[in-house]
């Protein structure tokens, strides 16, 4: 049996409204043609969007994002810089209401997601496994 190897990189964004829009075409440069690119892209446009509305990222802090990847498995860490009154989790949202669907589409498209504690804020994280 073989391990795959996994390959990372990270970004450092500035916690602004263009980041999503940065980390998207960032990530299409490091994942190529992977068949995870459309959802993973999603998956952390809504990560990265959550980073600079809910916490000190979006007020002059930053969003770190990481990934590991290998042709089986793609997996995504977008790191804020905390300041949240809560810890990232799914909302209940009416079927009018225009904002609290990002992390059930991260549930939704991902194999598993889940978030972790780093330093004053948090890591959300998902992975998606090709097929």
Known sequence: MTVPMMRFDALLLPGMDRAAGHARRWLQDVLGDHPALDDASLCMSELVTNAARYTESGKDGQIRVEVSH?????????????????????????????????????????????????????AVWFEMRRG
């Open 70 to 122: 290998s042709d089986e498995l793609v997996r995504v860490e977008v790191i804020d810089d905390g300041g949240s009154t809560t810890v990232p989790h799914l909302a209940e949202t009416g079927e009018m209401d225009i904002c609290g669907r990002g992390l059930r589409i991260v549930a939704f498209l991902s194999a598993r997601w889940g978030v972790t504690r780093r330093a004053e804020g948090h």
